[in-house]
């Protein structure tokens, strides 16, 4: 029913003419509505290679020492078959099961059932109810926001077992990380599987699903906008940020941990990628009201794309730094040591500064200084698919007037410190700095061509007061 209803509404979008000067400013908000042969074939390979490439960076590194290409060179020259590696691979336990399972719960309690109390005594902290961005459909949904409390309450019982009540190792995490990886693996493909029933079935607003047709696309890039349990749980909200982004932390402790128990000390190499890494979560967890403004809950749909790559991706590849440190432990000198903590820094401070301008120009609407002077800024108007006119203000002012997306450079400046921290003798932790390349390049260019299909004529002027994407004066 919600599907029929939804394909009409889809046809008649595509005949409706936009107040913007443009066709169907609202057709392309959110993911598309028809399938390319090259949007296609990229979510046909994903789905196919995903698993596996996320399975051989964690086999290369149980069976070779975090070597990329010694596995292709047994397998290449005869000396193993694929049944000898995967004959080596731990099997699912119960006992990781068993530990998956009440981590999940356990965030799902933090997430549903613990209202934030930390808005209430940290100056300048937002939590609590707050609304997220208008959906394509013109709804506004509220969010339960308690990230860094959960992320708080979860760290002080690791602590506090750690160093008190011993109830398991600190190392647990390491010591079941493939048989994690399977628990990990069954719950990314449930909650997509499940996602894709609801939408078709069961969705929280018709009004904000999608459906191309095609059954691959469908389910890798998700029908709903916001798929929703009841009141508060927000499918893309919890599986953007828990449990995946609160174990990450807790997953480079583990690692740190296992360093200590292999060699007697931890390195200064981990404890960068600690400090460094945990200053990111953090930063996400601090801002994650903020968090509900931007591309992945104002944009994406809910499918395999989020669920799995929440579930799996995140935590298995943005933690392989820690792994790496785990198997070949790098005591950096104190000039490189210095270089990549400033390195981090930098990157996090452009990060958080180009951000915090953005935030503060929406808050203020536009009232307000960046570097001690009034904004400037391009209107824009848009229309959500009831028809209601929008209007919104695109910044081109401080960071923000260097490059459209000056926030993303931070990004990857912090990104490429935590690979430096590993040192240059293997490339497998500087998958990382190649994959946020790639990632945030790819998001730029999507993100711009939303904005262009939405604002129209409008995202013309502001790509002319602002040329460049990520790097002022070269691209």
């Not at 926001?145 to 647990?172: D, E, K, M």
């Not at 060699?263 to 968090?291: K, P």
């Not at 989020?306 to 005591?331: A, E, R």
């Not at 935590?418 to 040192?423: D, I, K, R, V």
Request: a positive charge.
């Amino acid at each position: 029913m919600a599907a029929h209803q939804e394909k009409k509404l889809a046809q008649e979008r595509k005949h409706k003419p936009s107040q913007n000067g443009t066709q169907t400013s609202q057709v392309q908000w959110g993911r598309a509505w028809e399938v390319d042969w090259f949007s296609l074939a990229s979510i046909l390979f994903l789905l196919l290679f995903a698993p596996l490439i996320v399975y051989y960076f964690i086999m290369s590194c149980d069976q070779y020492q975090c070597s990329l290409t010694e596995p292709l060179r047994d397998l290449l020259t005869g000396n193993k078959h694929l049944s000898d590696i995967w004959n080596k691979t731990p099997t699912l336990t119960y006992r990781a099961a068993g530990i998956y399972c009440l981590w999940v719960t356990f965030q799902v309690v933090l997430y549903m059932f613990v209202p934030d109390f930390c808005h209430k005594f940290l100056p300048g902290y937002v939590g609590g109810v707050q609304e997220g961005a208008v959906t394509p459909a013109g709804v506004v949904n509220k969010y339960e926001i308690n990230g860094l409390q959960a992320w708080i309450i979860t760290h002080v019982l690791w602590f506090a077992n750690a160093y008190y009540f011993h109830f398991f190792s600190p190392t647990i995490i390491f010591d079941n990380w493939i048989p994690l990886l399977w628990c990990a693996n069954i719950l990314g493909y449930a909650v997509s599987t499940f996602a894709m029933i609801k939408g078709y079935f069961f969705p929280t607003n018709a009004k904000d699903c999608k459906f191309t047709g095609n059954f691959f696309y469908d389910y890798m890039m998700g029908i709903e906008f916001n798929p929703r349990i009841g009141r508060w749980f927000d499918f893309k909200l919890f599986f953007n940020g828990r449990p995946g982004i609160v174990a990450w932390t807790l997953i480079n402790l583990s690692y740190a941990a296992k360093q200590q128990e292999l060699y007697g000390q931890v390195t200064n190499s981990m404890i960068l990628v600690n400090v460094l890494q945990g200053i990111y979560v953090l930063d996400f967890f601090w801002n994650e009201a903020w968090y509900l403004k931007t591309i992945d809950i104002c944009h994406d749909h809910f499918g395999w794309y989020l669920g799995w790559g929440d579930c799996v991706w995140l935590p298995y590849l943005y933690t392989l730094q820690g792994l790496y440190l785990v198997y070949h432990p790098v005591q950096l000198g104190t000039a490189n040591a210095v270089g990549v903590l400033m390195l981090g820094l930098i990157g996090y401070y452009i990060f958080r500064v180009t951000n915090h301008q953005k935030d503060l120009f929406r808050r203020t609407n536009g009232n307000c200084r960046i570097w001690g002077r009034k904004p400037e800024y391009i209107e824009c108007s848009y229309m959500s698919v009831d028809g209601t006119k929008y209007y919104s203000k695109l910044m081109t002012s401080g960071f923000w007037g260097w490059a459209r997306h000056f926030n993303y450079t931070g990004d990857l400046l912090g990104s490429l410190a935590y690979c430096l921290a590993c040192g240059f003798a293997h490339i497998l932790p500087y998958f990382y700095i190649i994959y946020m390349t790639i990632l945030l390049t790819h998001r730029c260019i999507r993100d711009e061509h939303r904005c262009s299909s939405k604002y129209g004529k409008d995202w013309k002027h502001y790509t002319a007061a602002v040329p460049y994407r990520l790097i002022p004066g070269v691209f």
